[in-house]
């Protein structure tokens, strides 16, 4: 008789252990152990290294290296994501929201790939040959280099792949397949876990740039083990809110490139379309000379964006009044109040204070700090903002304005949108050139900048 084995597993960490805890003793977290039988035949390779190699160390200096190249994928924002294209061989994991588009997102791509005249297998365990089909004539993304096949088994998969031989491998999704050797259910743990490295060493041993579609929990975080984020080469995070139709591509994690960079895309009837021009689309529908409405410049990697930042302040009834951040960060939104009342006196006890950025972007860079301060400066005193005026700085705990980088960078989109006046901290004005019709005024202080701005 087989003896069937349960195992309890840490969906943070992986950690396995024949016994249920609360607490997982690997990583310390709370309630994430779940419970799989398994009964696993030894099989040579599972969860074994990927580089079997019988080299011997060499010399750092010694190894060639030669550039890395990259595979552009025809789709301009994905490649800044990872960092100016798809290197040969990685694996990327991309995680979002059911129905957020990662599936179109994958046969745009592919098909942008194929049409390139590279080879493609579009792996899809969740929808039926015809259902890609479908969705592939709505796209505009019929093209003969694209193979389509609906399989969760790992053997009928490897088969395939050794059958087309593709340049570029999307498997949609990692939770949908399964290895017969592991008797635990698809998309456990241990299932995920093996699969994974089955694709890794598939990825780098035949030079097959590999995507893996995740889905994520509750909580937003890709389901499975923790461990599959430290086997990719890079985590991509498709996000957005359901009711816009804006979708940002953000990086977690590239061992190829920065992580700063996000892509903009906006959702129709014929799919993803880029969004060259960020700031146009976040500004357009921004009320002109109202009270509490600022525009902030915000880097996101290389590329300035100009984001409207609302902030509403209204008196309330209850003892602790509420606090509220919405594409910012709450714990900065309250040391920014904590200033406004100690610095500048202002008495927001029994004031509710709202702060949204407008688009469901989400900007975490402390440079949005002094538009935060102008804005609900602005709302609380009832005075309206200049629609003209741009304005970026850190603020600190002193009141201060504090410099931020890329200064030069922020004021040239601010004069490329047609805006007047940026104030910003005058720390950061020096060492460049300011284009010609765009006046700007440093400071040094939040009161500085509340006098400019809301005189
Ligand atoms: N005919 C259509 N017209 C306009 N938009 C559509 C149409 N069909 C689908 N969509 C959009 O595409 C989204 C689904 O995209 P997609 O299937 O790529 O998401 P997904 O992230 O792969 O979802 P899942 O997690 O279910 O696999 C829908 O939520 C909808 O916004
Ligand atoms: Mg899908």
Redesign the pocket.
């Known amino acids: 008789m087989v003896k069937v084995k349960t195992k309890f597993y840490c969906t943070e960490c992986g950690y396995e252990t024949p016994k249920w805890y609360g607490k997982c003793p690997g990583c310390g977290s709370w309630n994430t152990m779940v419970e799989e039988t398994e009964k696993v035949v030894k099989t040579q390779g599972l969860t074994s290294g990927i580089f079997h190699t019988k080299e011997k160390p060499l010399p750092i200096i010694n190894i060639e290296s030669g550039q890395e190249p990259r595979i552009q994928t025809g789709i301009a924002e994905l490649n800044r994501v990872l960092g100016g294209g798809v290197v040969p061989g990685s694996l990327i994991l991309v995680g ?10 994958l046969l745009q791509t592919s098909h942008e790939m194929a049409r390139a005249g590279l080879r493609v297998l579009y792996i899809s365990g ?1 929808e039926s040959t015809r259902q890609t089909k479908l ?1 592939a004539e ?1 796209l505009g993304a019929l093209s003969a280099e694209l193979y389509v096949l609906c399989e969760s088994s790992m053997d009928n998969i490897e088969e395939a792949i050794d059958q087309i031989k593709p340049d570029f491998l999307v498997i ?2 990692i939770q949908t397949v399964y290895l017969a050797e592991v008797t635990s259910a698809p998309g456990s743990v241990s299932q995920v876990r093996e699969c994974t490295a089955r694709f890794m060493r598939i990825a780098k041993g035949q030079g097959i740039a590999t995507v893996l ?1 995740g ?1 994520v929990t509750k909580e937003g975080a890709i389901a499975g083990p923790r461990m599959l984020e430290h086997m990719v080469d890079c985590v991509l995070y ?1 996000e957005g809110e359901r009711h816009h139709s804006y979708r940002l591509l953000r990086a977690v994690k590239n061992r190829f490139g920065s992580t700063n960079e996000i892509g903009i895309f906006e ?3 014929a799919g993803l379309t880029e969004v060259a021009n960020p700031s146009e689309l976040f500004l357009s529908e921004r009320p002109l000379g109202v009270a509490g409405s600022t525009v902030v410049a915000s880097m996101e990697g290389t590329r300035p964006m100009l984001v409207e930042l609302q902030a509403l302040i209204a008196s309330t009834h209850f003892p602790s009044p509420r606090r509220m951040a919405t594409g910012v960060d709450h714990n900065r939104m309250n040391l920014i109040i904590a200033v406004l009342e100690k610095r500048m006196g202002m008495f927001l006890q029994n004031q509710d204070a709202y702060v949204n950025l407008a688009g469901g972007v989400k900007l975490d860079e402390p440079a949005v700090d002094l538009a935060m301060a102008v804005s609900i400066a602005s709302s609380f005193r009832d005075l309206p903002t200049k629609p003209y005026d741009v304005i970026f700085g850190e603020v600190g705990l002193t009141g201060e304005v504090r410099a931020v980088a890329r200064a030069e960078q922020r004021v040239k989109e601010a004069a490329k949108l047609g805006f007047k006046r940026v104030i910003l901290p005058e720390k950061s004005m020096k060492g460049w050139n300011s284009p010609k019709d765009i006046q700007l005024i440093g400071v040094n202080t939040v009161a500085d900048a509340l006098a400019v701005a809301l005189d």
């Open positions: 979002g929201d059911p129905g957020i588009g990662k599936s179109t997102l969740e969705r709505r949609d999704s579609v889905h498709f959702m129709n009837e």
